[in-house]
């Protein structure tokens, strides 16, 4: 049997580019060769699509640096990759995308909606799910239709930011400092931020304000935090993986905690009261079910002392770095990254079958 073209889709012009460039790696590393030709096509930040040789490039950062422009075609009678080199365009067939591209412009719904007009089966959440999914503002508004507990929210608007003083005054007057401000439409952390007082919540809002013009300011919820992978979706049922545990060297999990801050650590299946580890599986797959999730999510919580669970935010796109927590809680269940990844993959025909 032929191999089928995968492309897989990394970079991206958001704030996690290279998130992505880490993810793409240990997603490529994992495909079933046998099975799958894996062409290479990496986003830079400034938006240029490239056709990448191998994942050595991306590892040493070599790729942008590519000669050869590939975009996908939206044409659903071609289903094709546009190779163009030296003036001359080379159309490749395309099977299947991995789109391993995390936040704006990848994670939103723009990316997915080429592979929706194209009719190429990808992995992942579909084009509302994305966009839901990635506006924390709109999430809310869906969570808050299912009875999941969450944190009491202010919205704050760019162009209201003009007059700072009626926009501190509505949020102290909401709840009492700390606040976390977060960029509606942001991934990975960026631009979030904890303020203590007003003169912290003015410079937390300018720097929320520099990734999106939406922003979320949040009561803070006082425990730890957890996260659930969730695969499946459409005619296969939803299925969730046990909790694993954010141990943050920073007050609190931002981006540099994330990826660069060796202290910060995940514990899986920690101990959690009573059956609180069962009601944040629960709660993680009625979210996914609510804005219509594909493929995989990872569903954020907060759980506090007494074992109350507050939910957070939901990825459509999970990272997939070596020290990512989508991937670590399925090996916790025995699915091991390469039948994660070929799940994933298999996955993906299945959108057109219905």
Not at 83 to 106: A, I, Q, R, S, T
């Amino acid at each position: 049997m032929s191999k089928m073209n995968l492309v897989a889709l990394f970079g991206g012009q958001s704030s996690e580019h290279v998130v992505s460039c880490m993810s793409v790696q240990n997603v490529v590393a994992n495909i079933d060769t046998e099975k799958y030709n894996v062409i290479l096509v990496g986003i830079t930040e400034e938006g240029h699509w490239v056709k990448v040789n191998s994942t050595e490039e991306i590892k040493n950062d070599t790729w942008r640096e590519s000669k050869v422009s590939a975009v996908l075609s939206p044409d659903a009678k071609e289903k094709c990759l546009l190779v163009m080199e030296d003036g001359k365009v080379e159309k490749v067939p395309v099977d299947v995308v991995f789109p391993v591209l995390h936040g704006l412009y990848g994670e939103d719904g723009t990316v997915q909606g080429i592979l929706e007009l194209a009719r190429i089966p990808y992995v992942g959440c579909g084009v509302l799910a994305s966009a839901v999914s990635m506006d924390k503002m709109s999430t809310k508004v869906i969570v808050n239709s299912l009875g999941i507990r969450q944190a009491a929210f202010v919205a704050v608007f760019k162009e209201e930011m003009n007059d700072m003083d009626a926009i501190t005054a509505k949020i102290e007057g909401a709840f009492p400092y700390p606040v976390f401000v977060k960029p509606s439409n942001a991934g990975s952390s960026k631009g979030v931020s904890r303020a203590n007082n007003r003169e912290e919540l003015i410079e937390a809002l300018n720097e929320a304000a520099r990734h999106d013009r939406r922003i979320l300011v949040e009561e803070m919820i006082v425990g730890h935090e957890v996260e659930c992978a969730v695969y499946g979706g459409g005619l296969e049922e939803v299925q969730a993986s046990g909790v694993g545990e954010i141990l943050a060297a920073a007050d609190f999990y931002d981006f540099e905690a994330k990826y660069y801050n060796a202290e910060s650590k995940t514990v899986i299946d920690p101990e959690l009261p009573g059956n609180t580890a069962e009601i944040v599986r629960e709660a993680a797959i009625k979210i996914f079910k609510g804005v219509d999730g594909y493929g995989l999510s990872r569903v954020d919580f907060f759980v506090e002392a007494d074992g109350g669970v507050v939910f957070n935010e939901i990825n459509t796109l999970p990272g997939f770095t070596a020290i990512s927590m989508y991937p670590m809680l399925w090996e916790a269940r025995g699915i091991s990254k390469p039948q994660l990844v070929d799940a994933l993959i298999s996955h993906a025909f299945k959108r057109y079958e219905r």
